[in-house]
């Protein structure tokens, strides 16, 4: 596995096709006789009539060509005094957006959630993925003028596996044995155990790369698009371009004030108003609003995200295993998606895996409702009639509506489900996954390896049900140091299909991101399917067209 | 007795620090008691017990409780407030970028509430019954039932939204002009106001109206003593204790109790910041913001007395 140096690919391709839509909308707006006048003098000769050579080039460019220039004011949906600039930490969107505009990975993701190269300008296993390794890019120097070395990729990585940093993918660099410096350019990855998808790995906004020794992060000194002018937790942060940036022609915009605002309908206001121009995590009912307003738009991206029923298999009812295929039954899907959600979400078939993912297996035959059949299982499982509590939470997105129609829907099939409402604040330490029936939500991963590894294999410490499968642990040791895709797609489609069957997890549907930003704001069409805000990385890809 | 004055202000701080003392104690017991500690907020969902573990030793949160209050309060006592657990900040620093924005939001409410509150409820009381009065009173009694998020909410959607007037969002720190100053303070301010000219005007309408029925005011009245200097120089003192103390109460919601003004615009003041510590579990933080507001309660409920005491000769040679 090898890959080449291609940041000319990564970019220009979705220029190309800007400039070619921009031609179209401008010619086709043009009158005709004009046109033709205008190329002539062109062809005529451009150099000597400079003036009218730029106005057709400016008109023509239109909305679509990124254009240099510009502040925009971004507010991402939490704002805390907790609030870091330490990538490890990162715990809210406001804190990964501020990663990829002060930092850089070694790789990153593109539309496809493929890793490409980054800071690493290659990087390559020579043993199915035990051993990997990266050859960094010469010349990049962080914000303060330090250069880019070796050291610098093995303190960024290494520092997550002491405890104190706290940092919130230790779970994923445990794989990481060592890092090693090889040469003045290269570095070496020794894992634990092989892993195929580790350049996916090294993408996530937490591995991004720091200066060597580094305890102070208030600074935000990284290799990023853009330097930290101002970073003032829970109020914001300003982000000015950084004049030296490695990558030729980013960023667009000259500077990005990033604000959290926790009031969804104050975050709506405020880019109604002109005050902000990009916001994330609205509800569908101000999604229609915004779409609904002119010099807005809306964006929706799957990524991914789900609020699951948890069924805890080692608690009863959930050790019956017909009661936890009933209630997989019991879920109205549709009208979930369209009463809880408003319409801004996809189906989902009781496994976690979205279909942007590259490994998302489409032949799995879709659960539908069956409140009749529901009826015979829970029957079978001795339960009809009984009642038992299931935990909801404002924690747990949209779990309070879904209990609400999985409460309907199982009456009718003879169980009763008492609703029990528990804060959002502290949920997570105090009552997720400790409830025989409740609600969790899981945001997007990296790589669908790493979701299954972390939710779903035997003993992994968030396996939200305590699902213990010999076979799915089997397939997924085996996926990660699989060579051949054809091969590993087939693993893949077999672990969906044994969590869609047998695990305690129901996952009626996936929730949208959904998020506003004025239209003025070019380059919003790419898409990175991990998270709002393009995947958390916007910040080197839009341009704003005033 | 002039020198009564001192000891009573002397009293007042002793007592005032037994006050401060207990609520730190209330404060550190209700903060202890909340489900979850500062190590798993942090960490948040996807926490592994090692790194809760690890987290608790370094913020020294696997201490018993007495001891992590006796070290809090010797280092309160000592003027240390110690360090934000929840992002290795000290807390003065925080306070520090935080309090001056709520000063100065409080000051420019008083500065704009007290005067309109204390001439509309003067003009109130003299013209008790009245039109003038009746409209007043059906003025500042919508004021007082509104509540202040919808007069917030309202005004962004008017001025902000659909005028363009006014930024919906308050930032302090891209104040460049006097005209910035002001279209960024007016909607707040407006808000804040709203809910405070109204309790205002009616303390004082019914303090001096009060004093109004007294002998004394029917014996100047039949004196010959003109209306107004009736109402201000005769009702007028006697009326400035209760009056003081509606205004002291009023002022000390400025500093802790604008969290729905402050979230609405996104104004970065204290008593988010105290919001934020406490779903943080942040106890140095809780506890400084908590004295910090108590304290003030506490200052503006003396001065309000020692006012009263001051502009009454009988409180004062007392």
Redesign the interface.
Known sequence: MKHDKNDDRLVSPEQSLEVYRAMQRGLSRRDALKMLGAAGVLMAGAGSLPGVGRAFAADAAGQGTPKRGGRIRVAAHSSSAAETLDPAKGATAIDYVRAFTFYNGLTQFDEQLHPQPCLAETFETTDNGGHWVFTLRQGVTFHNGKSLTPEDVVYSIMRHKEPVVGSKVLSMVEQIESVRRVDQQRVEFNLVSPNIELPALLAVSHLVIVPDGTTDFSQGIGTGPFTCQEFAPGVRSVAVRNENYWREGRPYLDAIETVGISDESARVNALLSGDVQMINNLSGRNADRIGQMEGSQIKATNSGNYTDLIMRVDQQPGSRPEFVEAMKYLFDREQIKRVALRGYGEIANDQPIAPSSPYYFDGLPQREYDPERAASLLKKAGVAGARTSLVVSPAANYSEEMGQLLQQSASQAGLNLNLNRVPADGYWSNHWMKHPLGFGNINPRPTANILLSQFFASGAPWNESGWSNAQFDQLLVASRSEPDPSKRQQMYADMQTLIHDHSGIGIPVFLSDLEGFDSRIGGMDRTVPLGSFMGYMFAEHVWWNA | MRNAMPKLVLGRLSSSLVTLFLVSLVIFTITSL???DTA????????????V???RA?LGLDQPPLVRYWQWLSGFATGDLGM?A??A?SVAQ?MN?RLPNSLLLAAITTAISVPIALTMGLVAAMRRGGKVDRALNVVTLSMVAVPEFLVA?LA??IF??HL?WL???S?V?TVDSLGDFVRIYAMPVLTLCCVLIAQMARMTRAALIDQLDSAYIEMARLKGVPPVRRVLRHALPNAVGPIANAVALSLSYLLGGVIIVE????Y?GIA??MV??V??R?LA?VQACAMLFCGAYLILVMVADLCAILSNPRLRNR
């Open positions: 909340l489900p979850g798993q907020q942090i960490l948040g969902q996807f926490a592994t017990p090692e790194q573990a690890a987290l370094e934000s929840s992002n900040t925080l970028d909410t962004v959607l902000a939204v363009g930024p919906a969002l930032y720190s979230t609405i615009f996104n970065p988010s910041l934020d510590a779903s943080n942040d933080l």
